[in-house]
């Protein structure tokens, strides 16, 4: 196992490449199993999440191999009957996406119960009952999921989302490219990631198109061919270097960036104090030396609004803000696994009922939130406060990403353990950290 070796206090400085979004990619690759030729993606990023969803897919017959570092190539020829084993679903949901194209190119799948991160309530519900309205038969027996299609194959439905869903949503798209008849799906995840899958399937031949930002429309078609597609940049990883430059009061630029994915976090950052500069395909974030960041209340959800994934990084600059600050989580009820280790730090963070600020209560579709139930998914943070290194315990990936910015904050050296969930989903994190001055090293243990 590796961990990382961090001496904190050094402004990062220069130039760093954001990568391909995991969050995309991940789905192009699923989307692949929908034909039998060859499907090149580039701007893949190498990271763990994707060895194992191509493991997956390898699992099922797809042939799949790295042209270069980041280009992809996928021919799922024939694919085969297996079930996909635990071993391989533990880590990631990412096998939760399968479901759909196996059902509509192999007629059945098998799979046992994914894992990923514990962030809380992930339910996989969603996707059952949209396959299900398609058509399929979809159940769970002893910790396995399994779906098969009726002999007149999947047919278009309407979908109507509660809440709205992401991988649900890609689950609807999948199925319906090549469901018979029209498929209308309401509450639709607007998210970049979900629009770049659309751009890739109708590059195959998929008749999709989004009527508004809620609603898409698909007409399913018999045959999809291969293409090739560039994957978008990540906005996670660019909130993340962009954070952890203004966190050290650095100077960065992010070059292959999309900043229109990234509105709701840049405005955030303005209102905090961060300088920041967009370009063409470019974004320039920095922060003076005595430059005083202002509180400010953050509350996550769905895009165009504050991701989910940006509070964790953005929490450590808060702790270097002047007064009391606000996160409210909205979206899952265990992402603060975090903030135990940031006050271990010295940060002044406190948990507490979001109604006991004024904020709304979390709602979710598992049980009824009431005054006696209601979750702890308000973050009071104090600031500013001095940060001081420590042995640090990663909890998941955005978590991990977070408790190195704030090593990188800190003063004196910082010993981080768990980094192989920073592995799932940043490229080469520690390279690219290194390059832009950070005193980091990575050891094994």
Request: hydrophobic fraction near 40%; include cysteine; charge should be negative.
């Amino acid at each position: 196992m590796d961990k990382f070796i961090i001496e904190g206090g050094v402004p990062l400085k220069g130039t760093v490449k954001i990568s391909g979004a995991k969050n995309a990619a991940l789905k192009m690759i699923a989307a692949s199993l929908l034909t039998g030729e060859e499907v090149v993606l580039s701007n893949v990023p190498n990271i763990r999440d994707i060895e194992v969803i191509i493991d997956m897919v390898r699992n099922f017959g797809t042939e799949a191999r790295w042209v270069d570092d980041n280009k992809l190539s996928l021919r799922s020829p024939s694919p085969v009957a297996k079930e996909l084993p635990r071993e391989i679903t533990r880590t990631t949901r990412s096998g939760v996406v399968l479901m759909a194209p196996l059902l509509a190119r192999y007629g059945k799948f098998s799979m046992s119960s994914p894992g990923g991160c514990d962030i809380g309530i992930r339910p996989i519900n969603r996707h059952i009952e949209a396959l299900r309205t398609f058509g399929a038969e979809v159940g769970e027996k002893d910790g396995s999921f399994f779906g098969e299609i009726p002999p007149q194959g999947l047919r278009g439905a309407e979908i109507n989302f509660e809440k709205v869903t992401v991988m649900g949503t890609e689950t609807a798209i999948l199925a319906a490219v090549t469901a018979q008849g029209q498929t209308v799906i309401s509450n639709a995840a607007a998210e970049p990631e979900v629009d770049d899958l659309i751009s890739l399937l109708k590059e195959m031949g998929a008749k999709i198109e989004r009527k508004n930002e809620r609603l898409i429309e698909i007409e399913g078609v018999s045959y999809l061919h291969g293409t090739s597609h560039e994957v978008i940049p990540d906005r996670n990883e660019a909130a993340t270097y962009a954070v952890a430059a203004a966190a050290t009061r650095g100077d960065v630029v992010l070059s292959s960036v999309i900043t229109s994915h990234l509105t709701s976090f840049l405005a955030k950052l303005q209102k905090i104090g961060v300088n920041f500069e967009v370009g063409k395909n470019s974004l320039r974030v920095w922060l003076e030396k005595d430059r005083v960041l202002e509180s400010i209340d953050i509350e996550t959800s769905p895009y165009p609004g504050f991701m989910t994934d940006w509070q964790q990084p953005f929490c450590v600059l808060l702790t270097q803000a002047q007064g009391l600050s606000h996160i409210h989580e909205t979206i899952y009820l265990h992402r603060f696994e975090y903030i135990r280790e940031l006050n271990r730090m010295g940060a002044k963070i406190e948990l507490l009922h979001p109604s006991s600020r004024g904020f709304k209560p979390h709602t979710d579709e598992e049980y009824e939130i009431t005054k006696d139930n209601e979750p702890e998914t308000l973050a009071e943070i104090t600031g500013p406060t001095p940060l001081s290194g420590r042995r640090l315990n990663i909890s998941d990936l955005r978590a991990g990403a977070t408790l190195v910015i704030a090593a990188l904050t800190a003063f004196g050296q910082s010993e981080v353990l768990g980094v192989e969930h920073i592995d799932r989903g940043y490229e080469n994190f520690d390279r690219k950290l290194l390059d832009l001055g950070a005193g980091i090293k990575r050891v094994s243990y």
